[in-house]
């Protein structure tokens, strides 16, 4: 099973700076890494498949980068709607599996 | 527009049995793969079934294999998952997922449907 670490747990950004979430797996996953935005008490949502391809109707700040074993998902100037918590999800081989998730919180 | 709506969680006790109903609009169900992931209260995404379009194909976390089933009724165009045996730690929300593929269970999922909560608790 690949496991998948997201870092930090918590990071403290203020609105309108850039954020850098970190998603590492224990092999290799190739492009085969999504990542979703979750807020309290909402289904997760889609952000990014094949670790680089925004989905529909998600702005251009966020942007996701990174294959093999290091990936990252970076927002370029916060908004207050960002503030959530976010997962990457591996889906290269099974079973799929999720980080642990960061939480991002206004600083 | 995509919309998946799930129902017929909450409270059983150990041992119960519970089946989960995930009923899909606004796309042809039988052409995509379908999962479900769950979530225990203030914890992380865990993946536990997926299905292929057709249903010949099923999948099964470790966790809940042989306790689980998953199925679907295309002509319906509505999930399921059956579950028994239910244990403390099989409580979570439970959310149905699209994936993108119509056989392969290795997929990012968009959407999700808003949860059902499975409360297993004597």
């Known amino acids: 099973e690949r496991v998948m670490t997201q870092s930090p747990a918590t990071l403290s950004v203020s609105p309108g700076d850039r954020a850098t979430l970190s998603c590492r797996a224990s092999?290799?996953?190739?492009?085969?890494l999504a990542w979703y935005q979750q807020k309290p008490g909402q289904a997760p949502r889609l952000l990014i498949y094949g670790a680089s391809t925004r989905a529909t109707g998600i702005p251009a700040r966020f942007s996701g980068s990174g294959s093999g074993t290091e990936f990252t998902l970076t927002i370029s100037s916060l908004q207050s709607e960002d503030f959530a918590v976010y997962y990457c999800?591996?889906?290269?081989?099974?079973?799929?599996?999720f980080g642990q998730g960061t939480k991002l919180e206004i600083k | 527009e995509v919309q998946l709506l799930e129902s017929g969680g909450g409270l059983v006790q150990p041992g119960g049995s519970l089946r989960l109903s995930c009923a899909a609009s606004g796309f042809t169900f039988s052409n995509y793969a379908m999962s479900w992931v769950r979530q225990a209260p203030g914890k992380g995404l865990e993946w536990v079934s997926a299905?292929?379009?057709?249903?010949?194909?099923?999948y099964y976390a470790d966790s809940v294999k042989g306790r689980f089933t998953i199925s679907r009724d295309n002509s319906k165009n509505t999930l399921y998952l059956q579950m028994n045996s239910l244990r403390a730690e099989d409580t979570a929300v439970y959310y149905c997922?699209?994936?993108?593929?119509?056989?392969?269970?290795?997929?990012?999922?968009?959407?999700w449907g808003q949860g059902s909560l499975v409360t297993v608790s004597s």
């Open positions: 997922a699209k994936g993108y593929y119509t056989s392969s269970s290795l997929s990012w999922f968009d959407p």
């Open positions: 999800q591996q889906y290269d081989t099974r079973p799929g599996t």
């Open positions: 092999q290799s996953v190739s492009s085969n």
């Open positions: 299905i292929s379009g057709s249903g010949g194909s099923t």
